[in-house]
């Protein structure tokens, strides 16, 4: 069995104008479908091949680059597609607010803290929401295609919510202008599909 790659639920050209079709188009059809292609090889005749992604994370030898970076990279794109609609935007609510409200004083708080993880995040990588070990939600981010599945990264958890923030992910668009980009995610984020992440991971 080897990874596919994700139908999206949308058109390449429904989230603008926060996330513009060409952009959607690469993204999808070129970097995550090679990220996929490539991990299928590395995981070829290897005791990692018919696991599931959660678990080849999880149990990662961080030595192993090109299952990290592309098990990463097929993971993180999975989730990062799923996070984002046309109907997205406006406000979570119910279990996911409270959460947020307990864990960060309020949905601003959080905000602030998960767009300042996605704009100082030097280089590429990514900016997360996670259930933390401990049970509270927490911000934060990884360099390449890391992610919080990993041991020994230093941001542990399970992920609900990630943002790309690799130049590929918004630089036809935005250019330099990442915080643009961050503010702009926030009018696609699909906060049902996060407070179900949630509900399963907590
Ligand atoms: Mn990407």
New binding site residues.
Partial sequence: MSFKLPALNYSYDSLEPHVDAKTMEI?HGK??AGYTNNLNNAIKDSELEGKSIKEILSSLDLNNSAVRNNGG?FY??SL?WSVMSPDGGGLPNGDLAKAIDTSFGSFEEFKSAFSKAAATRFGSGWAWLCVQPNGKLGVCSTANQDNPLMAGIGCEGTPVLGL?V?E??YYLNYQNRRPDYIAGFFNVIDWNVVSENFAKAS
Avoid: K, Q, S
Wanted: hydrophobic share 25%; aromatic share 18%.
């Fill in positions: 993204h970097h995550h990279g993180n794109h990062f790309d690799w590929h992910a």
